[in-house]
């Protein structure tokens, strides 16, 4: 694709264009950045290869997740000015880019080449891919936004189902001796597992990047009236900037909300293993098999994936604070229930907690939406970018809280049930302090607002095509049906073989 074909007048949709093109081109990125949940599987093999500490090698992701919250902040007004197409080509050069640095610098020793590559320059481009089909969703579906989030962002969890069967497999096939109940396989497969990663997500992502477009000005879907937005609580038909956006309360609060559920998920999928073996035990020995612990976290997989497109939906019809006042309030319900009475059945255990990361991933799903509706479409990505800080500082802080309780208990795989409650009502406190401030979160006021004319200049808003055309849903094409075929066979398998895991736990 010449350089050209990246610019924002370059991705006008003409007349005629299906919106339902964008979706498959949305999951294109983020089921490829979505690798990031997934390196658990050569985590192993890089403390053998590198002769490091989980520490050492676990810094790598904490790079990348610093880097995705940093980069969606910085670099969240030129996604949205410069258009979706040029962001996602980016991100898809920053992405691969990382793997194959980090790659050499696992072939050649050399572990801060994988800071560099993975970490540094692999999480600007999580971050940039992260937002960069935001907002173009929100425009093609100002009828049902969180529908149109939530099956983007379904994508990130996806990509973790895909990658860690995926990369298992290919491991095996680089190395003989790979151990999979170890998870060890040699420095060089992995290296060669890089190498693979980063050509196909490249592939993949570009192929995102052709197909992305953004609506005309004027364009809305077939039947849509405007006037049933404004109606709703909370929805704005005006528009605020980014720069003014994080001068109101609204971000802060929302901010604050976004920290707290992402704190108190990450408090569960941390420990998600030895967690489950520990609550349940028959004298020093644990009812729960290593097989079983496994299934449990595919379990949370597919509650993750499930919930990031299920209750976003759900947000269209409830309303975005009302769908908070669900994760919140029912997740401070569901951690109590865990902390006093989460030993009393495996299953009611595997499925409470289920739910509590069903919330984590709508949480995640449904924050670009609850933005849209406060502070309207005009820079909605941008505003999205530095709303990420607070996934960025829950990633850290989150694992020092739950690690700092259990340390002090002694080690994650040899407790019992009790030892968790002190960090189990932590979180309960975190989503309580999270469910007061979405209580307090109202309509933004009219003084941080855009004027039209402003709005109307700016580049975002300017295509050069012709306005006002109203476009139903053409009957599936050729195009349509390969783009949702590229993006569901992974998914698909992905599923699949976290089903299969999943099983072991029953």
């Known amino acids: ?257 976004l920290f707290c559920n992402v704190t108190a998920g990450i408090g569960i999928l941390e420990q998600a293993a030895p967690m489950i073996q520990d609550f349940f035990r028959d004298g020093e020995a644990s009812t729960v098999t290593a097989a079983s612990a496994a299934g449990f976290v595919g379990l949370l997989s597919l509650f993750n994936l499930s919930g990031r497109f299920v209750w976003s939906s759900t947000s269209d019809v409830v309303g975005r604070k009302n769908i908070y006042v669900g994760y919140l309030g029912l997740g401070i319900l569901l951690y109590a229930f865990l902390a006093f009475q989460g030993s009393s059945s495996t299953i009611l255990f595997a499925l409470v907690a289920g739910v509590i990361i069903s919330f984590y991933g709508g949480g995640f799903a449904t924050a670009p939406a609850y933005l849209r509706d406060l502070f309207g479409t005009y820079q909605v990505g941008a505003i999205h970018g530095r709303l990420l800080t607070a996934w960025a500082a829950a990633g850290v802080v989150g694992p020092l809280i739950i690690n700092g309780f259990l340390d002090a208990k002694g080690e994650p795989g040899q407790l019992n049930a009790g030892d968790y409650r002190p960090a189990l009502l932590t979180m309960v406190a975190i989503l309580a302090v999270g469910f007061v401030a979405n209580l307090a979160i109202r309509p933004v006021a009219s003084k941080f607002h855009e004027e039209k004319k402003a709005v109307a200049d700016s580049p975002e808003q300017t295509s050069g095509a012709a306005a006002g055309h109203d476009v139903a849903v053409d009957k599936a094409g050729p195009l349509l049906v390969v783009a949702w075929v590229v993006v569901l066979i992974p998914l698909v398998y992905g599923i699949y073989e976290t089903v299969v895991k999943a099983a072991n736990l029953f």
């Open 1 to 257: 694709m010449s350089l050209a074909m990246l610019d924002r007048q370059r991705t006008v949709a003409k007349p005629g264009f299906n919106r339902w093109l964008i979706p498959p081109a949305a999951l294109a990125v983020h089921l490829c950045i979505g690798q990031a949940y997934a390196t658990s599987v050569y985590k192993a093999s890089l403390v053998k290869n590198f002769d490091a500490s989980l520490t050492q090698i676990g810094i790598i992701f904490s790079i990348a997740i610093v880097m995705l919250g940093l980069s969606a902040a910085v670099f969240g007004t030129w996604v949205d000015t410069g258009g979706p197409r040029r962001a996602m080509f980016t991100a898809a050069l920053f992405w691969s880019g990382g793997f194959l640095i980090g790659s050499a610098g696992i072939a050649t020793d050399q572990l801060w080449l994988v800071y560099l590559g993975y970490g540094f320059i692999g999480g600007i481009g999580l971050g940039i891919g992260y937002i960069s089909p935001v907002s173009t969703l929100i425009k093609w579906f100002p009828d049902r936004p969180g529908l149109a989030t939530g099956m983007a962002i379904m994508g990130f969890g996806g990509g973790a189902m895909i990658a860690s069967p995926l990369s298992a497999k290919l491991l095996g096939i680089y190395d003989d001796s790979f151990d999979t109940a170890t998870g060890i396989a040699s420095g060089s497969a992995v290296a060669k597992l890089f190498v693979t990663l980063g050509l196909v997500y490249l592939v993949l992502m570009l192929f995102g990047a052709w197909l992305i477009r953004v609506p005309a000005d004027g364009w809305k879907p077939a039947g849509f009236d405007p006037s049933t937005v404004k109606a709703k609580a909370l929805v704005t038909t005006d528009n605020v900037s980014a720069a003014n956006a994080i001068r109101t309360p609204q971000f802060w609060l929302l901010w604050v909300v």
